[in-house]
């Protein structure tokens, strides 16, 4: 964790600089052939990072790297749902990053018919326990 938070001083640009911040996004997954997941310049996932990069339908473990080092979905909550909340045209843009030489771990919880609170959740509690240090 950054002194800045833990001293109530907030964060800033300059808190955030290095190539060690991890954020984890929870949504609907990436398109990992974006020019922004480019890891030339970085080195390799700082030492804490427990994450993992887990395949999936259309994510295959090598799409990570050393910009977008863990990856996971979840969805027991959706399969245990018997009615999802339509989420196909809520957050439709691009993300772009704040710290180019930040580290993403993504954690899919939205699907076509809905995203239940529980994985969400679940979600949630696997990126601290991963090491995120911002969740999204």
Not at 11 to 25: F, T, Y
Not at 34 to 54: Q, V, Y
Not at 55 to 73: D, H, L, M, T
Request: hydrophobic letters at 40%; charged letters at 20%.
């Amino acid at each position: 964790m950054y002194d800045s938070l833990r001293d109530n001083s907030g964060l800033s640009a300059a808190s955030i600089r290095d190539d060690n911040v991890i954020i984890g996004v929870i949504d609907r997954g990436i398109w990992t052939g974006h020019p922004s997941f480019n890891d030339s310049m970085l080195t390799p996932a700082p030492e804490r990072w427990k994450g993992i990069c887990k395949s999936g339908p259309n994510f295959p473990e090598s799409s990570c790297n050393r910009k977008i080092i863990g990856a996971r979905a979840f969805w027991n909550g959706h399969r245990a749902k018997l009615e999802g909340i339509a989420v196909s045209t809520n957050a439709v843009g691009q993300a772009k990053g704040v710290v180019n030489r930040a580290r993403i771990v993504v954690y899919k919880v939205c699907w076509n018919t809905g995203f239940p609170e529980s994985d969400i959740l679940v979600a949630m509690d696997q990126a601290v326990a991963d090491g995120v240090d911002i969740i999204s």
